[in-house]
């Protein structure tokens, strides 16, 4: 019989190793880090919106529409006398709820059907013909389509992105799954006779964590770029709730008399992509194995 106590702690040290590498490689990435601390910023101006906020975002004043940015009006106002900052502040909310919980949702899915398709290969066959189809619609025709179907809502926004963004996931993992299963230690785990569940769990699933962790970075990234291209053209979250695709759309007909009302949103927007993407490639150089010494 097996002795799985011998094989317990080998996803532990799967995990410690992932941990190590990112103590020792992180702190000499300076981008990386940087993204870190743009993050952490949006995300401190978002939860204390309430306090950050100088006005009511929703509060309508005429006499004010489209001025610049001024001591009074940091961002400036909008078409509708509104305040750009304030609007800014919980657009932020938006952006990172979607992204959060899109991740969050790819990722347990992308895991736990990517396992199944990479290890039995009769599940393979029919999971990734699907998988396959989903692929071949472009992102943004799948999410403007799965809209189209149901009410404007940001549950629905986060669905229908978690649907065009879950298939990579799942390819990502069953690729990983499938290089796994021929290792050797894999195989002699299959012959000694380990249940399914150990050999996944304890010789698998922790060299999946890795490149996962990685990938849901850019799962993220996708998602807040979704949400905002789905707000632009109407079929994201309700035109009354402040979010940078919605204060983008219906900033663009002022473009040229208010270029704040477009640019503010828009460069909150890429700078929250780029931290993220630049985290992500800081953290896939310190867990890429040719880049690190043994542990």
């Given at each position: 019989?097996?002795?799985?106590?011998?094989q317990t702690p080998?996803?532990?040290?799967?995990?410690?190793?992932?941990?190590?590498?990112?103590?020792?490689?992180?702190?000499?990435?300076?981008?990386?880090?940087?993204?870190?601390?743009?993050?952490?910023?949006?995300?401190?101006?978002?939860?204390?919106?309430?306090?950050?906020?100088?006005?009511?975002?929703?509060?309508?004043?005429?006499?004010?529409?489209?001025?610049?940015?001024?001591?009074?009006?940091?961002?400036?106002?909008?078409?509708?006398?509104?305040?750009?900052?304030?609007?800014?502040?919980?657009?932020?909310?938006?952006?990172?709820?979607?992204?959060?919980?899109?991740?969050?949702?790819?990722?347990?899915?992308?895991?736990?059907?990517?396992?199944?398709?990479?290890y039995w290969r009769?599940?393979?066959?029919?999971?990734?013909?699907?998988?396959?189809?989903?692929?071949?619609?472009?992102?943004?025709?799948?999410?403007?389509?799965?809209?189209?179907?149901?009410?404007?809502?940001?549950?629905?926004?986060?669905?229908?992105?978690?649907?065009?963004?879950?298939?990579?996931?799942?390819?990502?993992?069953?690729?990983?799954?499938?290089?796994?299963?021929?290792?050797?230690?894999?195989?002699?785990?299959?012959?000694?006779?380990?249940?399914?569940?150990?050999?996944?769990?304890?010789?698998?699933?922790?060299?999946?964590?890795?490149?996962?962790?990685?990938?849901?970075?850019?799962?993220?990234?996708?998602?807040?770029?979704?949400?905002?291209?789905?707000?632009?053209?109407?079929?994201?979250?309700?035109?009354?709730?402040?979010?940078?695709?919605?204060?983008?759309?219906?900033?663009?007909?002022?473009?040229?008399?208010?270029?704040?009302?477009?640019?503010?949103?828009?460069?909150?927007?890429?700078?929250?992509?780029?931290?993220?993407?630049?985290?992500?490639?800081?953290?896939?150089?310190?867990?890429?194995?040719?880049?690190?010494?043994?542990?």
């Amino acid at each position: 019989m097996p002795n799985d106590n011998l094989q317990t702690p080998s996803m532990f040290l799967g995990l410690r190793s992932i941990g190590a590498r990112l103590v020792r490689q992180m702190p000499g990435n300076s981008l990386a880090w940087l993204g870190v601390l743009i993050l952490v910023l949006i995300t401190i101006a978002a939860v204390a919106a309430p306090l950050l906020a100088t006005a009511d975002p929703q509060a309508i004043n005429p006499i004010r529409r489209l001025r610049p940015p001024s001591a009074q009006h940091w961002f400036g106002t909008d078409h509708l006398g509104r305040d750009l900052w304030s609007r800014a502040v919980y657009g932020a909310r938006i952006s990172l709820v979607v992204g959060v919980a899109v991740t969050t949702i790819c990722v347990s899915i992308g895991l736990l059907v990517g396992l199944v398709a990479g290890y039995w290969r009769i599940a393979d066959a029919i999971i990734m013909r699907v998988v396959d189809g989903l692929m071949a619609i472009p992102a943004i025709l799948l999410a403007v389509a799965l809209m189209a179907l149901t009410r404007a809502s940001l549950g629905n926004v986060i669905f229908a992105i978690a649907v065009t963004e879950t298939p990579r996931v799942i390819r990502l993992v069953r690729s990983l799954v499938l290089s796994l299963r021929e290792a050797t230690y894999v195989q002699a785990a299959i012959t000694s006779g380990t249940p399914v569940s150990n050999i996944l769990l304890r010789h698998i699933l922790p060299s999946t964590v890795g490149p996962l962790v990685v990938q849901a970075t850019y799962v993220f990234a996708a998602a807040i770029l979704i949400e905002a291209a789905l707000s632009f053209l109407g079929a994201g979250v309700p035109s009354n709730i402040p979010s940078w695709g919605n204060i983008i759309s219906e900033g663009r007909s002022f473009f040229l008399l208010a270029w704040w009302v477009v640019l503010v949103p828009g460069v909150l927007l890429s700078i929250t992509v780029l931290a993220v993407n630049v985290l992500g490639d800081g953290m896939r150089d310190a867990l890429d194995p040719r880049l690190s010494r043994v542990i």
